[in-house]
């Protein structure tokens, strides 16, 4: 005896219920992660993605402390916050974002493909002369 089947009707309904409920997490993860009002102090932001790699995005150029007066925003929990003074903050969204553009893989992707694009350039000038 094999697994148990289910019936096709059934089977479909279960397979759609599926798609549309990984769609809908999905979407609702990436609106979450992309929210630009979100921002974490120096701590929570250390904490959440540790104290190496912020001080790494920051003295690389990609993160931009806000130690700056914040009219209103919002934090993780929706909780409104006012007017903070002498404390840093990052929002959320351009951690992200520099992590992604400070990839050392990535960046080195990219490294090679432009000096492959220069060697190639560099191929057919030769080629003209």
Same mark, same amino acid.
Request: aromatic content about 8%; cysteine-free; overall charge positive.
């Given at each position: ?33 992309? #929210? ?15 104290? #190496? ?11 931009? #402390?806000?130690?700056?007066?914040? #009219? ?58």
């Amino acid at each position: 005896m094999g697994a148990l089947e289910l019936d096709p009707i059934v089977a479909y309904a279960y397979r759609s219920a599926l798609e549309l409920g990984l769609k809908m997490a999905i979407n609702e993860y990436k609106s979450f992660l992309g #929210d630009k009002s979100i921002v974490l102090s120096k701590a929570e932001a250390e904490k959440k993605f540790s104290a #190496d790699i912020i001080t790494s995005l920051v003295k690389r150029g990609l993160l931009q #402390d806000y130690q700056f007066g914040v #009219d209103e925003t919002e934090d993780e929990d929706g909780n409104l916050i006012k007017k903070p003074k002498g404390r840093i903050y990052y929002r959320r969204i351009d951690i992200l974002e520099a992590m992604e553009k400070g990839n050392v893989l990535k960046g080195l992707a990219e490294l090679r493909a432009t000096s492959y694009r220069l060697k190639e350039n560099s191929d057919r000038a030769k080629r003209k002369s």
